[in-house]
């Protein structure tokens, strides 16, 4: 008997579920039994609607609707069709759980008007079929911006005829896999070549793509990596390449910004990318130019003397405001990386701001037009659980809460200056993502936590209640063929995180040998970090690691001849970052601070497989001494490139 009241009760779905949560909803009495399309009745340009909504901005009134659940019927309201195509996504997240619906009424409209997801398809590509699948993904969570970074050092990923060798040899290399590729020496193929891996997108897929989503009501914004993430283009068009002073080519990721056909040739790329996507937006990338070439390029240095240039990061926003001036006379505008604006930028560029929340400031109060994604709480590469349980994987722990706990506004930022903050965007960027399961199990659920951010008010939103929806909709997104992070197992942060050790040394001070300080990026807190009884997340980003661009060598102040049984200190290693376990350890115990006595030793010999992704290990031994000082010595690893120690505490017991 229970169990078939149970069974009534939870074949009855109602907007509860519903992810991203509805701005209100009304609960009603009795249920309607949605059996056919029949029921539903739709009304657009609802001036009633319109009026109860006065308030909202016009964008977000237009995305908005009014959903009225009776037992007979459904009826819908909105002021355009977007309204009522997501008062649908709402019915078809329903639905997929049962036909039975609770009687409501719903009342819904967007936080934000950009709530986007960016997909890198040159590192890995992915095809034509995945991105129209990831577009049914973000229709149903009422997504309305995909980015597609289509160009990088990795991949030319979009057929371009006038330019018909960035697909025939940079859109294919030697290595399945970006790691193969970059283990092989980063070595181009050619189209047909027996040994060719990648691909492209031609221009009839592109317009596919477009075509779907303007159906699900999402933009498509394309992103052509300007001027550097290039290396693909110099080795397709060596002729965009800097020279050295002697002549020879410097084959890099950065183009040559002195040479006046590498305008043309963006231009051209430009005017073929603009014909094929409408997006009023369009995304030249401006990251991480390491404008290396240009600082001994004839050309450049020439190009400096004529215009009056003085800094190298000159020639990269000359070519900007170039590359805005030509979107802007097309009737586009030009979005990039916040790097962008090193060395000024035309204010009606649209600025996507990624390296850390911080980085949004100082662009919005410009007057710029801001979509935040900073890379602690909007990348989706980065491992979403325990290091140990998780693929190989670049960044620093980022589970779902954290992304879901995200507030792109700013307390600092200017009320004036809200409405310039256009939305937020997951980032998926695929270096060390091979595989489409592997890309769809990075995204969800956590595009669903992006995607409840750029919709659902502040206040309305809970952890614990979205987390209850989460696992729903995942059971949803299986039935329909997508894989992703189990969230139902999730193992969470390391356990010491969150729980203060008392020992022997807290509080105690820590002095740092002469030219053995921590370094100023990672201080954590500090003086005291090593012996507050704190320790770290799996997150190296979570002000508790401390790191050190040199040997660690430190000595403890016990303040008082104590027995001293046990030394020890946790080291963090992620080899694909370049941190790496000490490959030695001593310690040293004192009485009076002059005479050290080795109490212990330990080494570590790193392996190819080991340190990948983010290993914890402890380097300690039992003491038994009588001390009042201890030094703890841990020398690096001097293999190149993994040369950073992070340790969180050095215990004393
Ligand atoms: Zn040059």
Not at 45 to 68: C, F, Q, T
Not at 299 to 327: K, P, W
Not at 526 to 552: I, N, P
Request: aromatic share 10%.
């Amino acid at each position: 008997m229970l169990s078939s009241i149970l069974s009534i009760i939870l074949s009855v779905v109602g907007p509860q579920v519903l992810v991203p949560k509805p701005v209100q909803y009304v609960i009603s009495e009795g249920q309607c039994v949605l059996d056919s399309d029949s029921q539903v009745k739709v009304t657009v340009e609802d001036g009633k609607l319109s009026k109860e909504l006065r308030n909202l901005p016009k964008w977000s009134r237009e995305a908005a609707y009014k959903m009225v659940i009776t037992p007979d019927r459904v009826e819908i309201r909105a002021m355009t069709e977007t309204g009522a195509f997501y008062a649908r996504e709402s019915l078809v997240q329903m639905t997929a759980i049962s036909d039975t619906l609770q009687c409501c009424t719903i009342t819904d409209w967007p936080r934000f008007s950009h709530r986007g997801l960016m997909i890198d398809i040159s590192r890995n590509f992915r095809d034509k079929d995945f991105i129209l699948k990831q577009l049914e993904a973000m229709a149903m969570l009422k997504m309305n911006s995909l980015h597609l970074h289509l160009t990088d050092d990795a991949g030319w990923r979009i057929q371009i005829d006038s330019y018909p060798e960035l697909c025939k040899r940079a859109a294919w290399r030697i290595g399945e896999t970006y790691v193969d590729w970059c283990d092989n020496g980063c070595r181009y193929s050619e189209e047909y070549s027996p040994d060719a891996c990648g691909g492209y997108l031609t221009k009839e897929d592109c317009r596919e793509i477009v075509e779907r989503a303007a159906q699900l009501h999402i933009n498509v914004i394309p992103e052509i990596e300007i001027p550097s993430h290039s290396r693909e283009v110099v080795y397709a068009y060596p002729q965009f390449a800097c020279e050295t002073p002697s002549g020879e080519k410097v084959m890099n990721r950065d183009v040559c910004p002195a040479n006046p056909e590498v305008y043309d040739f963006f231009e051209t790329v430009l005017d073929e990318v603009m014909e094929i996507f409408p997006s009023k937006i369009i995304h030249i990338g401006g990251d991480e130019a390491s404008r290396q070439g240009w600082k001994s390029c004839p050309h450049c240095r020439q190009f400096m003397e004529d215009m009056g240039y003085t800094d190298v990061a000159q020639l990269q926003s000359h070519m900007t405001a170039r590359m805005e001036e030509y979107l802007r006379s097309k009737g586009r505008t030009l979005l990039g990386w916040d790097e962008i604006l090193e060395g000024g930028l035309a204010s009606d560029a649209v600025v996507m701001c990624w390296r850390g929340a911080e980085s949004c400031l100082e662009p919005i109060m410009a007057g710029h037009d801001i979509i935040v994604s900073p890379s602690t709480r909007c990348y989706f590469d980065y491992p979403q659980d325990a290091p140990f349980r998780e693929p190989v994987a670049f960044g620093s722990y980022l589970p779902l809460e954290v992304v879901y706990s995200y507030n792109p506004q700013d307390p600092s930022i200017d009320e004036n200056a809200l409405p310039h903050l256009l939305g937020v965007q997951g980032n998926m960027w695929t270096e060390y993502i091979p595989t489409e399961e592997h890309a769809e199990y990075m995204l969800y659920p956590r595009a669903f936590a992006i995607a409840e951010i750029g919709w659902t008010p502040e206040e309305e939103r809970n952890y614990q209640d979205f987390h209850d929806r989460a696992l729903g909709l995942i059971e949803t997104f299986h039935a329909k063929g997508y894989n992703t992070f189990n969230l139902g197992a999730e193992y969470g942060d390391r356990y010491e995180a969150e729980h203060p050790l008392a020992h022997l040394a807290v509080g105690k001070n820590v002095s740092y040998a002469e030219g053995c300080s921590y370094d100023s990026s990672y201080p954590a807190s500090g003086d005291v970090a090593l012996t507050d009884g704190l320790f770290g997340s799996w997150a190296f980003k979570d002000g508790r690691w401390q790191k050190f661009y040199c040997d660690l060598d430190v000595t403890i102040d016990l303040e008082k001849v104590t027995s001293v049984h046990y030394v020890g200190a946790t080291f963090m290693a992620q080899r694909i970052l370049g941190i790496a376990f000490p490959a030695k350890v001593e310690i040293y115990s004192s009485i009076d601070g002059a005479r050290l006595e080795k109490c212990g030793e330990s080494t570590y010999r790193m392996t190819d497989k080991a340190q990948s992704t983010g290993d914890f290990m402890d380097f300690g031994c039992p003491v038994n001494a009588e001390a009042r000082y201890i030094r703890y010595v841990a020398r690096r690893d001097k293999t190149p490139g993994h040369a950073a120690l992070f340790v969180d505490e050095i215990v004393v017991n």
